[in-house]
């Protein structure tokens, strides 16, 4: 069982940046692909980001290669999404997610095993 809370959320101007972090539980988080998806008000729930278990191997949706960085650090069951160059359409209620026994998470959400709580970003204009 893996539990997962994010945290770094906020109100961040056009262009601007912020950091979002997700902290699991559990002995086996080094063993999971992790990932990040958002859902922006009356859109679905879309992939954004993932990384492999070893930090080696990273894979972006097109809409935020070059901006947005994902990370993690396996000693402090953290995982991190580095959001730069922020747009108003970035913004969305951002999710952690982990899935077992997969190189990367996928980017349908239907195979995803574990769903942090979510945690809201906002970018004014």
């Known amino acids: 069982q893996v539990q997962l809370v994010e945290s770094g959320g906020g109100l961040v101007q056009a262009g601007g940046s912020l950091r979002l972090s997700c902290a699991a539980s559990?002995?086996?988080?080094?063993?999971?692909?992790m990932g990040w998806f958002r859902q922006a008000p009356g859109k679905e729930r879309e992939f954004v980001a993932t990384?492999?278990?070893?930090?080696?191997?990273?894979y972006y949706a097109d809409s935020v290669k070059g901006r947005f960085t994902i990370s993690r650090d396996n000693a402090k069951n953290t995982v991190y999404l580095q959001m730069n160059s922020l747009k108003p359409e970035d913004m969305a209620v951002y999710y952690c997610?982990?899935?077992?026994?997969?190189?990367?998470?996928?980017?349908?959400?239907?195979?995803?095993?574990?769903w942090g709580q979510g945690t809201q970003v906002t970018v004014s204009s």
């Open positions: 997610a982990a899935q077992r026994n997969a190189v990367r998470v996928s980017t349908n959400k239907r195979d995803i095993n574990y």
């Open positions: 559990g002995r086996t988080f080094s063993t999971y692909a």
């Open positions: 990384i492999n278990w070893s930090g080696g191997i990273t």
